[in-house]
């Protein structure tokens, strides 16, 4: 999907103003002899940008207006490093809450409906937005808030909440004790607008009749304004982003490369009206694809499918991209499985071809060799690789406290 001439015009501008300022970015441009652009070949030879730069800038070195335009800061914590800061300006804050208050809409929340917020208010971009948004669209916020499940349930029932918005593994806990509770007859709840991250289809469907709610997945990074660039409609088919404030590129994670609209690969934005802090060519590693085909509801915001998982976990066999989620979501379905396993890819050479091994442990009353070949069809059907199968028994395999290493990948050098 390419600029059209009114996003290449906004990015123009924000180059022609970034320049002018002493920001990190604008020092970037000029050394670089860059002044704006004119033609989508132009845009595309533009540097990326991304989170190190971000850090690189701490706290306030994109901040790309002067100080009495800055009303309020957000930052991301990130698991590694310095923060980032991302610095607003009163119309950063409106435009966000416009968006905001679009995806509301287009999950069929009204002014009528009492939206419970249980994200977290604070530095981070969640509760926040959640709140801007319900207020500009009308509707009543109930700000609760993170934890303290028996005050939300309280809210929830006595207030008649009818939009719960949460992360997936709060909405479960909800879910969860409303049923343990027996409160489901006593909550009015209809809809769900849960942060967008990748959640299995089994805890989706306990969410959803364990609530009574239709699910609605929200799209956003702090980078970026925070959640609400983007949901899905009630058709469930991808989500609508608002282009009319970011443009979104997909790239092949490796090469940079933008690659064919439907192709799967790395989400680029690019935001085209910021003003605290723009973002060109924003890398968010987040894995998806453009929808090219028109929606049914009728909506003309273009649409990417649902997040994929992270390109830093993606790897690729015989030309499919697979995700560890993958190959989790599959190893549940098999029965005496552990949650553990293993992938190793190597190249041989004399048949010039990838090989990718899988191990599972297996607990001792199921057949090991019955089970290598249920995962060996199961991996062909879902994922369309055949890979060799090694079942051995249940804490056989390395555990750690640390985020395990599931993947080892001897085709590259410079992977151990
Ligand atoms: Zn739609």
Redo the contacts with the bound molecule.
């Keep these: 999907m390419v600029l059209n001439s009114t996003q290449l015009s906004q990015v123009d501008a924000q180059i022609k103003r970034l320049v002018q300022t002493d920001s990190y970015y604008g020092r970037i441009y000029r050394e670089l002899g860059i002044d704006g652009v004119d033609s989508q070949e132009a845009f595309e030879r533009l540097p990326f940008s991304s989170k190190d730069d971000l850090r690189n800038a701490y706290p306030l070195g994109i901040q790309a207006v002067p100080d009495e335009k800055v009303v309020r800061i957000h930052s991301s914590s990130g698991t590694t490093g310095k923060p980032v800061i991302i610095p607003y300006t009163a119309k950063d804050v409106d435009d966000w809450a416009t968006m905001f208050a679009r995806c509301y809409e ?1 999950a069929g929340i009204t002014s009528q409906d009492r939206i419970q917020i249980t994200p977290g208010y604070g530095l981070w971009t969640a509760g926040i937005g959640f709140q801007a948004g319900c207020e500009k669209l009308g509707a009543m916020a109930i700000p609760m808030g993170p934890g303290n499940t028996d005050k939300q349930l309280q809210m929830m029932v006595d207030l008649k909440s009818t939009v719960i918005t949460a992360t997936s593994s709060y909405a479960l806990l909800l879910a969860e004790e409303v049923s343990k509770r027996g409160l489901r007859d006593q909550i009015c709840l209809k809809k769900g607008v849960i942060g967008s991250e990748r959640w299995s289809e089994k805890m989706r469907a306990y969410i959803r009749e364990g609530l009574g709610i239709e699910l609605y997945d929200i799209y956003g990074l702090t980078e970026i304004y925070g959640p609400g660039i983007g949901i ?4 469930e ?1 991808g989500i ?1 982003y608002w282009d009319d404030y970011i443009y979104i590129e997909i790239v092949d994670p490796k090469t940079g490369q933008p690659v064919p609209d439907g192709e799967e690969g790395e989400i680029v934005i690019t935001t085209l009206v910021k003003e605290g802090a723009p973002l060109i060519r924003f890398r968010t590693h987040d894995i998806s694809r453009i929808i090219p085909e028109k ?5 003309t915001y273009p ?1 990417i499918d649902i997040i994929r998982g992270r390109s830093d976990d993606m790897f690729k066999v015989h030309g499919v991209n697979m995700f560890p989620s993958q190959v989790e979501d599959l190893l549940q379905n098999v029965d005496g499985v552990s949650s553990e396993y293993a992938i190793t890819i190597a190249h041989d050479d004399e048949k010039n071809k990838d090989i990718m091994i899988v191990t599972v442990e297996a607990e001792g009353r199921v057949n090991f060799e019955a089970t290598a070949q249920r995962i060996r069809e199961l991996f062909k059907s879902r994922i369309g690789v055949t890979p060799k199968v090694t079942v051995v028994p249940v804490e056989t395999l390395p555990r750690s406290e640390k985020k395990t290493k599931r993947v080892t990948d001897y085709r590259f050098a410079d992977n151990p």
Excluded: I, K
Excluded at 295 to 299: A, F, I, N, P
């Design positions: 287009t899905n409609c009630e058709h088919t609508h929606c049914s509801c009728g909506r649409r």
